[in-house]
C-alpha cells in the first residue's frame, strides 16, 4: 500500500476550534432558514362565522357540518368554522346578502334560493334536464366551464363581493307529496304546490300554482290549506320535518329538479384576506364534503323511504310517464324563453355541449344494472 493511501485511510483528528466553527455555521444556516419559512402556522386562529338555509334536524345540516368539520380538521387550529343554523342570524333565503354585506363570513345553501336576483341561478343546479345526472352536472361545473360561467354571474353580472364552491350531487328529487295519488299530468293542473326557482316556472306551466317557501313553513302552510302539494329534496329531510303527517303519497321520479348541488359561499373580501393555504382548505373541503354526503345520502335516504314505507303508512308511487313527458315539453317552452337572455344562452349551450359528449359515454358504457338488480331482488 502506498504513503498516500495509508494518508487518505486515516482521518485527520479534528481541532476543537474547528468544530465549533462548523457548529455556528450550521446554527446560523438553520436560524436563517427558519426565518425565511412562512410564519402563516404561528398565527392567530381566524375564526369564520357561516349559517346554513337548514333548520336545526334537516339532513342538509349534518352535510353542511360535514364540510365544516373537514375545514376544521385539516386546517389544524389555526383555521375555524362556527356554524349556525337556518334562521339564526337572516332568513335561509337571505343567506347570500348576509355573506355580501360581510353580516356572515360564509353560508351554506343552494343557487336556487337567490334565483330571484337572476334566474340564471337556477341554471346551476335544477335547471332544465339534459339528460345528465347531478354528479355529471357537477362535472360541468368543475371540468366544462360551469365554474367560470358561475363566477361570471355572482361577480361580474351582479356585482356581489362572494366566492363559491360546490359540493353533493343530489339524487333526483321525488315530484313530492299528495293526498291524492297523481296518475296523469292533467291531476297537477289548479294543484297549489310548493316548490323554488326554475321548477317554480316549470310547474306554473303546468298548470298549477307554486307557492315558493323554506322547508321550515311547508309542513304549516300544508296544514293550514295554502298549499294543497309539495316538494322539498328527499326521503329524510321530508321524514323529519313531518312530511308524512300532512300528506300519505309520495310521488317518486321528476323532472322538475332532476339534479343540484349546495353552494358553499364565502365573503370575498374576508376569502381573499385569508393564507394561500386557508383558501385551499376551504375549496378543496367542498369536494371532501362532497363524497361524504353523497354516501351519508345512500345510507339516509334508502333507510328512510323504507321507514315512511313500513312506519308511516306512507304510499310511494313511481311518477307516471305521462308527467315526465309532459314535463320534457314545458321545459322545452321554458328553454326558448331562457334563451332570449344572452348569458342564460351560453350557460345552457355549455351545458348542453357537456351533456351530449358525457352522457353519450354514459349510456353506451354503462352496465344494465337494473336488471341485475331484478335478477337478485325481483
Avoid at 353552494?263 to 394561500?276: Q, V
Avoid at 344562452?345 to 336488471?371: C, G, H, L, P
Wanted: proline content about 4%.
Amino acid at each position: 500500500m502506498s504513503k498516500q493511501r495509508k494518508l487518505s485511510a486515516t482521518p485527520a483528528k479534528p481541532s476543537r476550534r474547528r468544530f465549533i466553527k462548523l457548529a455556528g455555521l450550521a446554527t446560523a444556516g438553520a436560524a436563517a432558514g427558519s426565518v425565511a419559512m412562512p410564519n402563516v402556522s404561528r398565527a392567530e386562529t381566524v375564526v369564520l362565522k357561516m349559517q346554513g338555509s337548514w333548520g336545526a334536524q334537516d339532513v342538509f345540516n349534518e352535510m353542511a357540518m360535514d364540510y365544516v368539520d373537514r375545514v376544521n380538521a385539516m386546517a389544524g387550529g389555526r383555521l375555524k368554522i362556527e356554524y349556525l343554523v337556518g334562521g339564526a342570524v337572516v332568513k335561509p333565503f337571505s343567506v347570500q346578502d348576509a355573506v355580501h354585506d360581510g353580516v356572515l363570513d360564509g353560508a351554506h345553501t343552494v343557487p336556487v334560493y337567490w334565483y330571484g336576483k337572476n334566474k340564471a341561478a337556477s341554471l346551476f343546479g335544477s335547471g332544465p334536464v339534459w339528460g345528465y345526472t347531478a354528479n355529471q352536472a357537477l362535472g360541468w361545473i368543475h371540468r366544462g366551464g360551469g365554474y367560470e360561467l358561475y363566477v361570471e354571474l355572482v361577480q361580474k353580472i351582479l356585482g356581489l363581493n362572494i366566492v363559491g364552491f360546490f359540493a353533493m350531487p343530489m339524487p333526483t328529487q321525488p315530484l313530492g307529496w299528495f293526498k291524492k295519488e297523481i296518475t296523469s299530468a292533467a291531476d297537477l293542473k289548479g294543484l297549489k304546490y310548493r316548490t323554488v326557482g326554475l321548477a317554480a316556472d316549470l310547474m306554473q306551466e303546468l298548470g298549477c300554482s307554486v307557492a315558493q317557501l323554506p322547508g321550515g313553513e311547508i309542513v304549516p302552510a300544508m296544514e293550514k290549506g295554502v298549499i294543497d302539494a309539495f316538494e322539498f329534496n328527499n326521503p329524510t329531510s321530508d321524514r323529519r320535518f313531518g312530511a308524512q303527517d300532512v300528506a300519505k303519497i309520495y310521488m317518486m321520479g321528476s323532472y322538475h329538479q332532476a339534479m343540484e348541488f349546495f353552494e358553499i359561499m364565502f365573503n370575498k373580501t374576508k376569502y381573499d384576506s385569508l393564507p394561500a393555504e386557508h383558501q385551499a382548505i376551504l375549496k378543496y373541503a367542498a369536494e371532501a364534503a362532497s363524497s361524504a354526503n353523497e354516501w351519508k345520502a345512500q345510507d339516509y335516504y334508502s333507510t328512510d323511504l323504507q321507514a315512511l314505507i313500513n312506519e308511516d303508512g306512507v304510499k310511494v308511487v313511481r311518477t307516471p310517464q305521462d308527467v315526465f313527458d309532459a314535463q320534457v315539453k314545458a321545459w322545452d317552452v321554458l328553454v326558448a324563453r331562457m334563451e332570449q337572455d344572452e348569458f342564460m344562452k351560453r350557460v345552457m349551450a355549455s351545458q348542453r355541449e357537456w351533456a351530449k359528449r358525457v352522457v353519450y359515454y354514459d349510456i353506451n358504457n354503462a352496465a344494465d344494472f337494473k336488471a341485475a338488480y331484478h335478477h337478485y331482488f325481483g
